[in-house]
């Protein structure tokens, strides 16, 4: 459903939405002005979006750039990273039936700031701008990478049945969607990463000699090449992860790199070749025999599909006689600076204690945010649910976000669908069969939004409809489909 389409906001507008973005305590989020801050980055990775595919002017990096957010940007990530970490796991059993979209947000808003940090890195002055946060992204980069290592492609995996999908609870549905978001970040990262390491040599040094020595990048990179967590074996159907969804593969094109590999190919490339990487990086065997198993993988297929990795294979073949020289760069006394932003999040969160949520449990540490939450998001009035709800509707209304999508899929049976819920034109199914089976669970949903889209029609001077008979209303034969 891709393809050219206007702008969403103007530059003016781009400009101030940027200068509002502000570091929250990891007790505000999921709070009613963390929510209008995740509408704001949620407009600009959009419109930052349409920038790239219409190749026109990048007024949102720019601007934040102009506005020095980029080090903002990557301190809102880790403090989201920490609260799915810390508080998501004690609050999801209770909230995930009232309050799944809340939950939902707030796990999706890690993706939407990385997304909206990888388009903004493929400028050079954006990677200069991050400043000395860069090592707290790159550390942010490298636990992805070791999370990717988790995956193994040899399993062939099954779609659910129909029945699975109609009894799976809210709690499985939100730890479903978690663990796909956690594998699109990871994906995510590994293009931010690359754009570091292309920057060697304006990155602060710190950044290169974590990377280089201390985490040793290449030894959860190369490994990725072996497990291919991109690729996987579905419905006996091989399919590879590529911009953000799964796609099916034919036989001809098992061997076409895709552009998830195509990073780690890239990344792997500057570490080995970029000057400032190679006066830094000192060989051991251990690193020689791990380099070398990258020979099994060039052959011309590759070559012709990335022909700048030549002089990456004429280095690894060279290592079967000698190893390069190791660390060139003279020794010297430097004070290094260490990833301290994450650990300063934990150590502070430490001394919030659970008065502050009324309950008195009596509980310290994480236990006292998460009880915080819970309380907040219970005490949290039907209206104002609802108009947060209706916020974010409208939101998406503006944004037009079917342009972006892939070609949808049931709700039940995942084929592809063609026929979507006419109330709440939010759930795509293959048929009326489908609808009818996914309705008993869907019909909360569907109502609220469905409602919240006749108020601001009504709002608006738009005649709003309503059905006269309840009964019809509350009956599955009331269930429309529109094509």
Known sequence: ??????????????????????????????????????????????????????????????????????????????????????????????????????????????????????????????????GDSLIELSDYCYRKTVYLNSFHSDTEEESPKRDQILNMKDIERLEEQKKKIDFSCAISALTVLRFIVENAETVPISVLSRLLTEQDIMQTLIPLLDDAPWTRKKDKVIEKYEDGKWIEVSQDDLHRISKTEAQVWLTLNCLLLHPECRRKYEWTENRKSLVMKLSKYFNELLIDQLPILSEMRRLVETLAFSAPNSGTEPRSVVIEQIPELRDKIMRVNRSITCSDCMTGCGQSDFKAIAAMFKSKMQNESPEDQKAEMSELAAMYDMLNVEDFMEDPKCAVCGAPAEKRCSKCKMEWYCGRKCQVAAWKKHKPFCEMISGLADERKGSEGAPCTSNEDSAQKNSYHQIEILD
Do not use: P
């Not at 570091?23 to 999921?30: M, P, S, W």
């Not at 709070?31 to 990775?45: C, F, M, R, S």
């Not at 920038?51 to 990557?74: G, P, R």
């Not at 707030?106 to 701008?129: D, P, Q």
């Open 1 to 130: 459903m891709a393809g050219a389409r206007g702008d969403v906001m103007v530059q003016g507008e781009a400009e101030r939405l940027v200068e509002e973005i502000r570091v929250f305590g990891i007790e505000e989020i999921g709070l009613k002005a963390w929510t209008k801050q995740h509408q704001v980055i949620e407009k600009l990775n959009m419109q930052a979006q349409i920038s790239v595919m219409n190749q026109s002017d990048e007024y949102v990096v720019e601007a934040l750039i102009d506005h020095e957010k980029i080090s903002t940007l990557i301190h809102c990530l880790i403090v989201c990273e920490v609260w799915k970490d810390t508080v998501l796991v004690k609050v999801q059993q209770d909230l995930a039936s009232s309050h799944y979209v809340k939950l939902y947000l707030i796990m999706y808003h890690e993706a939407v700031i990385l997304g909206l940090l990888e388009k903004a890195f493929y400028h050079s002055s954006a990677v200069s701008m991050a």
